[in-house]
């Protein structure tokens, strides 16, 4: 082969996984709601993927790939329910639920697919964030599904073992069909419950993103990326959720700051001795915009909506010391309302140290030292070693930092807080 033809070969390989990046979700969603069965959904979509692997090679990248593949999948799907047919000599043998997920005419399975592919991909959502899996499981679906990564991907991203994390998805999808779950978007008090179960599993994975739990990296961006990738894509779906465009908002204002959270060495950089001159400043405008959006549509007072607005007097401020502590200490309050939480209470003691000194904070951070759910929490040792610091009480603060060092399952992490424990002032 020659180099021109070698060279022409890779941009067409280089074509196909950008678009099976982009219409990978949406080709399972619409399968999905055919065959009623996401592992036979993605095994579809997967063989529509090696047939443009085959072709586009020779005739060249389609005008509309996406197009494309989701007739290559029909194809597939109607070869599928031919065989199926084919095999058992007559279609009732099949069962009531595939005979009416297998329409008999390749005009009614056409017609299935060329549906509303947003409405597609938002049923998709739903059911890979059913209740029904556990926490866990929802993310690894999701992530799957709505997002593309791979088995692998993931199980790198969350220091997982690649059998677990396949094993985990096995179950979610045989879960998932075992309780005959719906592939709808579910209504009135069903879809409030969902809707949070969906932007639960998002917050989820923007945050070990932001913070890894463990491994050698402060921060995993690309999981903050394709959170935010798909909070867009919800709020395409669902523009009038005013929570999900809070916690858009809320994700790219705390991810406008990535370039400046760690220093040339991957070490961690605390807020307030960022350079806020790398923070970007067009994913802020996007996100006071999404705010904005938010509070419009009623979700003032929802967390997400609250969380942003935190964020965003972060974002708003140009130096440091410009920081609106009193409105975000405020906030946390309000915050703790809506959604009683230690960590919560936490924050916003650091708001109020900020606003009003160490000394009206210490009280608050030691009355959580009681809390069941903070006694292995890292962070609250790291933020009691900073009030003790600034307090003058140096040996009780290094005595705190060793103890959240000791806590903490992140390398990163844990060489900031024992470096913090060595300068001892």
Known sequence: MSEAATQARRETDRAIATVWRLEQARLIAGLTRMVRDISLAEELAQEALMAALRSWPEAGVPRNPGAWLMQAAKRKAIDHFRHRKMATG??????????????DTETALHEQLDDDVGDD??????????????????????????????????????????????????????????AGVPFEVPRGADREERVASVLGVLYLIFNEGYSATAGADWMRPQLCEEAMRMGRTLASLMPEEPEVHGLLALMELQHSRAKARTNAAGEPVLLP?????????MMIRRGLEGLTRAQRLGGIAGPYSLQAAIAACHARARRAEETDWGQIAALYGLL????????????????????????????????????????????????????????????????????????????????????RAEAGV
């Open 90 to 103: 007559k279609l009732e043998a099949l069962g009531r639920d595939m005979d009416e997920a297998a329409p």
């Open 121 to 178: 991909l938002l049923r998709l959502i739903f059911t890979s964030c059913h209740p029904v899996l556990p926490p866990e499981s929802r993310v690894a679906l999701t992530l799957r599904l709505i997002g593309g990564l791979t088995t692998e991907e993931i199980a790198r991203a969350f220091l997982a073992n690649d059998t677990t994390i396949g094993q985990r998805i096995v179950r979610a999808k045989r879960t998932i069909a075992e």
């Open 273 to 281: 001795d960022q350079n806020r001159a790398l923070w970007d400043q």
């Open 336 to 419: 703790n309302q809506v959604t009683p939480s230690p960590v919560i209470e936490l924050n916003r003691a650091v708001a109020v140290s900020m606003a009003q000194g160490p000394e009206a904070a210490l009280p608050l951070v030691d009355a959580l030292k009681a809390s069941s759910v903070l006694e292995s929490y890292h962070l609250l040792y790291g933020v009691r070693g900073d009030l003790l610091r600034k307090l003058g009480r140096h040996e009780e603060a290094n005595d705190e930092f060793r103890r959240a060092a000791g806590l903490t399952r992140n390398a990163r992490e844990k060489a900031f807080l024992l470096n």
